[in-house]
């Protein structure tokens, strides 16, 4: 007498066996400029406002800090909007205004703390002053960290893209 053969599949789970799962759908393609260019603009206010507010708590310019900046720029620009070839080059330019709008946020802080006034107040009332204050303190090395900043974008958002 010869054993019965017993069904593929779960020897344990009894009854019919089951149909192989199915294969999860593909990954969306990640091909939005104007995603991407809203989260890099984002980014840039976000990560340029908190460098601005460290940088006037402290009363230093961090220049490294101007670094991280252009990164998350980058970083964001890349991962919202994917492989096109705009969001490098815009997340350089967005991260340069981005580091500025920070130093400007830091001199305010750093004037408010002075006056005893609101940074909020100095910045929005005082804007012309403030841009005269950057342009009597900026040296040689406020420049290369924007230019960190800007090529650290550069170089995150086409590496966060893949």
Do not use: C, H
Not at 93 to 117: D, P, R, T
């Amino acid at each position: 007498m010869s054993q019965p053969v017993p069904p593929p599949g779960n020897p344990f789970a009894g009854g019919a066996p089951e149909p192989y799962p199915m294969a999860p759908p593909p990954a969306p393609v990640r091909d939005n400029v104007g995603l991407g260019l809203l989260a890099a603009l984002v980014a840039g206010l976000v990560a340029g406002g908190v460098y601005g507010a460290v940088m006037g708590g402290i009363e230093r310019e961090i220049g490294w800090a101007a670094i991280g900046v252009g990164f998350l720029v980058g970083l964001a620009a890349g991962k919202v909007g994917g492989r096109n070839p705009v969001l490098p080059v815009a997340s350089a330019v967005l991260s340069l205004g981005a580091v500025y709008l920070g130093q400007l946020v830091g001199i305010a802080v750093m004037v408010a703390k002075e006056l005893n006034v609101s940074a909020t107040d100095v910045f929005l009332n005082e804007f012309g002053p403030l841009t005269e204050a950057w342009n009597e303190g900026k040296d040689a090395m406020t420049f290369l960290f924007i230019a960190l900043a800007a090529f650290a974008a550069f170089s995150a958002a086409k590496k966060s893209a893949r």
